[in-house]
Nanobody, 126 residues
Framework: DVQLQASGGGWVQAGGSLRLSCAAS????????IGWFRQAPGKEREGVSC????????FYVDHLEGRFTTSSDNAKNTVYLQMNTLKPEDTAVYYC???????????????????WGQGTLVTVSS
């Protein structure tokens, strides 16, 4: 079974940093892309970033690129989301999701992803 376990969320003051992890199992890691998404209270889930484990290509939603960085450790089947200079508006539940691609392509649309982790809450206080 495909399993994704997101962790690393917590409480942080504005301007601080957090690193989220997404541990994956049950599929050939290199053949998949992993996307990060977030959902703030009362809002729709939105794409944050994605990474192709095929070749490490990354993509970001425009307004977060520069503060957020996605990386992967294929030996550990784990993808990371480093979040810097956090703002109160970054408060959300963060999810990772998996998409079979077998290429350098990945997507930032929730509708493209087949498998989802359970989410980890990030709270940024002002």
């Amino acid at each position: 079974d495909v399993q994704l376990q997101a962790s690393g969320g917590g409480w942080v003051q504005a301007g601080g940093s957090l690193r989220l992890s997404c541990a994956a199992s049950g599929f050939i890691f290199d053949d998949y892309a992993i996307g990060w998404f977030r959902q703030a209270p009362g809002k729709e889930r939105e794409g944050v970033s994605c990474i192709s484990n095929y070749d490490g290509s990354t993509f970001y939603v425009d307004h977060l690129e520069g503060r957020f960085t996605t990386s992967s450790d294929n030996a550990k089947n784990t993808v990371y989301l480093q979040m810097n200079t956090l703002k109160p508006e970054d408060t959300a539940v963060y999810y990772c999701a998996a998409l079979p691609t077998g290429s350098s392509w990945c997507a930032l649309s929730v509708h493209e992803y087949d498998y989802w982790g359970q989410g980890t809450l990030v709270t940024v206080s002002s």
